[in-house]
């Protein structure tokens, strides 16, 4: 790919050879992005490696890499690789094991009036309609901010995976079937992958991006899958700091999935 660096990425030899033997002799080729601003941590720089997800192996390659750490963006699955910084810690909850709390059971019971389905991955102006002001309102300025409705369209269905969008809505009323939050998630062998979600900012005290996460957890015990994704968590970011919540909730470090306690 022009523009990028190959590079090799750091695998356990357990990894390495369970990747080797899912993937046949179609090993695939990493690139490392160039150093960029850091979306988190002010002041410090950040670089991703990333890889393609394409054609018969692609959701064969999305499993094993998100078990060693990577994420999803379309068809690109990516990872943190800094040199000087390890502050991204991917984690996930397990499902069979998680504590409700108080505080969690009461964000799940401000929620009950909104229905909870399951749709193909097809953009609809809607959904968009609801992303933009979830950006105008939280992420002015960062890296997502100036997505066009062809950009969305991207996100959603430019995909070789098998992935689908959760929508919620609202039941009764006179705001009944109004779109309140949305979320892209992958279905993995073990789990589900909580790829990006977004809400109606104006309804902070119903904790949506809480409660998505919560939804996600029966919807991963009731297909029996013991694991729910939520990409990266880094100590002492505020925007990160909600996925502590779950718990227990698992740290993917260099020798494995490994318990991350309550900071």
Known sequence: MRGYRPCQIRLSQTEALALTEQLGTRFPQFYLTSPAPCPYLPGRMERKVFTRLSGEVARTLNDALT?????????IAYKPSCESCQAC???????????TTRSLARVAERNRDLATEIVDPWATEEQFGLLRRYLDAR????????????DYVAMVEDSAVETH?????????????????VALT?????GLSMVY?????????????????????????SRGLPYVYLGYWIDGCQKMSYKARFQPLEARIGSGWVPLKRP
């Open 89 to 99: 810690i991917s984690v996930r909850i397990v499902v069979d094991a998680f504590e």
């Open 197 to 221: 979600s977004f809400f109606d900012t104006h309804e902070a005290h119903r904790s949506l991006g809480t409660y998505m996460v919560l939804d996600h957890i029966e919807q991963a015990r």
């Open 186 to 190: 992958d279905v993995l062998s073990d």
């Open 139 to 150: 992420h002015q300025g960062g890296g997502m901010s100036e997505m066009s409705m062809f």
């Open 165 to 181: 969008l959760v929508e919620y809505r609202r039941q009764g009323g006179d705001t009944a079937g109004e779109l309140t939050a």
């Open 67 to 75: 078990h060693a750490g990577f994420r999803r963006s379309q068809n």
